[in-house]
């Protein structure tokens, strides 16, 4: 078997992304997933992870051949450090699995696209996250939807790991850069690092 790359990502799906924006955002992520479906790199497993009401739900675990996009329903509770928790937990316990059956895994990745907006304490998470990566056990990159200030109860969060901005509804360049690393990581052998230049993010991020 191929090595597998887990990826995971936790979408912000609460009132802050509401309207065209969060169309716009559920049209550019189900895209994304298309280009997977057909994508000759049949190694990629994705979750994803959303906002409901008082705990984050996951719409796509990461066995699933499909998922339904119309799971992703906006003006949910942003319980951002929840979200990111389960995330985290979920992808590890993924990679576990492979590890446990003798099946190479590359870095796992969690993306985290968000407002950043959060009803609950992000602490925990950080502390968790903190810990992954000093270990060198995931890839992290959280980005951020919006353009206002980090709210102060999620400045921690930003302290781990400095959110890159998306500019306004530049989903689909986002999600289409996206892809092409990931396609890139699952073609490359696992020894071999893929870096992320900074070229690619032009014309849609504000780092």
């Known amino acids: 078997m191929e090595p597998r790359l887990l990826i995971s990502i936790v979408i912000d799906n609460s009132a802050a992304t509401q309207g065209d924006k969060f169309n716009n955002l559920k049209t ?6 298309k280009l997977l479906k057909t994508s000759d790199a049949k190694n990629i497993e994705i979750e994803i992870v959303t906002f409901d009401e008082f705990s984050p739900k996951v719409i796509k675990k990461f066995r699933d051949e499909d998922f339904d996009i119309n799971q992703l329903e906006a003006f949910k509770m942003p319980f951002l450090g929840k979200a990111i928790d389960l995330s985290l937990k979920n992808l590890l ?3 576990n699995f492979f590890v ?15 407002d950043a907006y959060s009803f609950d304490d992000v602490d925990q998470a950080v502390i968790n996250l903190r810990s992954s990566l000093e270990n060198s056990q995931i890839l992290y990159m959280p980005f951020i939807l919006s353009q206002k200030k980090i709210p102060e109860n999620v400045e921690n969060l930003a302290k781990a790991k400095r959110f890159m901005r998306i500019k306004d509804n530049a989903y689909e360049s986002f999600f289409n850069w996206f892809f092409s690393m ?3 990581r699952a073609k490359t052998p696992v020894g071999t690092p893929v870096k992320f230049d900074r070229a690619g993010f032009e014309g849609w991020a504000v780092l």
């Not at 550019?28 to 997933?33: A, E, M, P, V």
């Open 182 to 184: 990931a396609e890139k």
């Open 93 to 95: 316990d993924r990679q």
């Open 28 to 33: 550019s992520l189900y895209d994304f997933w």
């Open 100 to 114: 446990s059956h003798d099946v190479e895994t590359y870095k796992p990745w969690l993306f985290v696209l968000t």
